[in-house]
């Protein structure tokens, strides 16, 4: 598994800012709510444009540096080959090529092959060590 210092890691010609509903960390899918404000990605399977929230990096915070509700965030909407170091939902075992999609809490997960992805993974992490996956953390990943 890699490790980087920033969200968006190749291409990204659209970037947004807006107002955080609630806390989020870089790295979330997000979405913009009826009210203008951002917040975690909050349907599962969502066929829309995903969007990930990104570190402040004019304010020299980094990857690790949530946002709290009305904080500015920035954010990006990647297209066909750009690259997000974004969350993946623990307790399965991740392969290079595995499609993705949205898990309604902001993080990313396996879906099968016959079902519509919003993102092919681009790394192996094996995410499904034993014990319980609501006590485990997301873990980045590309």
């Given at each position: 598994?890699?490790?980087?210092?920033?969200?968006?890691?190749?291409?990204?010609?659209?970037?947004?800012?807006?107002?955080?509903?609630?806390?989020?960390?870089?790295?979330?899918?997000?979405?913009?709510?009826?009210?203008?404000?951002?917040?975690?990605?909050?349907?599962?399977?969502?066929?829309?444009?995903?969007?990930?929230?990104?570190?402040?990096?004019?304010?020299?915070?980094?990857?690790?540096?949530?946002?709290?509700?009305?904080?500015?965030?920035?954010?990006?909407?990647?297209?066909?080959?750009?690259?997000?170091?974004?969350?993946?939902?623990?307790?399965?075992?991740?392969?290079?090529?595995?499609?993705?999609?949205?898990?309604?809490?902001?993080?990313?997960?396996?879906?099968?092959?016959?079902?519509?992805?919003?993102?092919?993974?681009?790394?192996?992490?094996?995410?499904?060590?034993?014990?319980s996956v609501a006590t485990r953390a997301p873990v980045r990943i590309i």
């Amino acid at each position: 598994m890699s490790t980087y210092n920033r969200i968006g890691l190749k291409g990204f010609e659209r970037y947004e800012e807006g107002f955080a509903n609630a806390a989020l960390t870089p790295g979330h899918a997000i979405e913009v709510m009826s009210t203008g404000k951002l917040r975690k990605q909050a349907t599962r399977g969502a066929d829309t444009q995903i969007a990930f929230a990104i570190e402040n990096s004019l304010l020299g915070t980094n990857i690790d540096t949530a946002f709290a509700a009305d904080d500015l965030v920035p954010y990006i909407l990647p297209k066909k080959g750009d690259e997000v170091y974004a969350f993946l939902t623990p307790g399965t075992n991740y392969v290079k090529g595995d499609r993705l999609d949205l898990t309604g809490d902001g993080t990313l997960e396996k879906v099968s092959s016959t079902y519509k992805a919003v993102a092919v993974l681009m790394e192996n992490l094996d995410l499904s060590a034993s014990g319980s996956v609501a006590t485990r953390a997301p873990v980045r990943i590309i």
